[in-house]
């Protein structure tokens, strides 16, 4: 060996280093490459805006996207869209109930659609319980139905619970609530949340095919996933803030079940699911059956997880029974 060279273990601390140089430049090009910017405000509102939307400040700065429509005299029925989704899940019910003579309020929970993310930074089902009595009291409903479609479903009980005497009729649509079976896996979104370096990625690297795939994998009735609702998914997720209040929203740990809190909603409830539902299965409209008191059931063969989009007529039918019944 050569007195000038160095020693072998002298030369790992610079070949460590030139690696690492290495990955940061990589790291730093695919970056670069696969970087999906938030898209501006106005874009999304002039896109996915209509001339009913309307856009409350909640609290200073916080902006909620919000529809009211139909007839003032008709019987109200609010609807709660789930996780990652918009009011706009709801277009296939709104317009029939607004036909069939109903006022229908949806609006877009904080860090979804077209509503800007919370300043607390707080996306519990406790604080959309908060936001949903807050669009109540603004619109004056002092009495109405509330449906709400899988996490939109688990806000829609939990505010039956904490305002009994609003809730005239409650629907559950492939409604979150039971607990997870012991053993099962988190989902990746939520696993992503929990880890640093990953997550501050995912603020900025949200490729098209992962709306793609993921609602494919939601229904079952593909013609839902048709690229403009991919598209919608996509972009809406990248209103401003929005893909960091996701990754807070999925970091969150779930309270536990509330069964006694079930037990005691006393307003007539539909339970409707989907039988081909993957992400939250049919066996879950048993486990409500069994803690609510005045439940009956519906399960609809050959849909998924989104029936309000995947069979309108046949999904709404039963609700339209149930509205008959409290809308006196």
Known sequence: MSPTAPAPAARWPRRLAIALAALVA?????????RTPDIPVATLRAKYGSPASRYLEITP???????????RTGFPVLLLHGSNASLHTWQPWTDRLIAAGYRV??????????SSPAPSRDYS???????????AQRLGLSRFAVAGN????????????????????????DA???PAPKGSDLPIGFRIARMPVIRDLATAITPRSLLDKSLHQSVSVQAVASPAAVDRYW???????????????????PPPPDEAGLRAITAPTLILWGREDRLIPVSSADWFKAHLPRARVTI??????????????????????LLEEVAR
């Open 105 to 114: 309020v949806r609006f877009d929970f904080p860090g979804h659609g077209l």
């Open 235 to 253: 972009e809406l997720l990248r209103y401003p803030g929005n893909r960091a209040a996701t990754l807070d929203r999925f970091s969150q740990t």
């Open 176 to 178: 979150s609530g039971q």
């Open 61 to 71: 700065g916080q902006i909620l996207h919000l529809r009211d429509e139909g007839p």
């Open 26 to 34: 990589l790291l730093a090009i695919a970056f670069a490459v696969f």
């Open 125 to 135: 089902a406790a604080a959309y319980v908060a936001v949903t009595d807050l669009v």
């Open 150 to 173: 899988s996490m939109g479903g688990g806000v829609a009980w939990k505010y039956a619970v904490a305002h009994p005497g609003k809730v005239a009729a409650l629907v559950l649509v």
């Open 300 to 321: 609809l063969d050959g849909i998924g997880h989104i029936p309000m989009e995947e069979a309108p007529d046949a999904s709404l039918a039963p609700v339209l029974g």
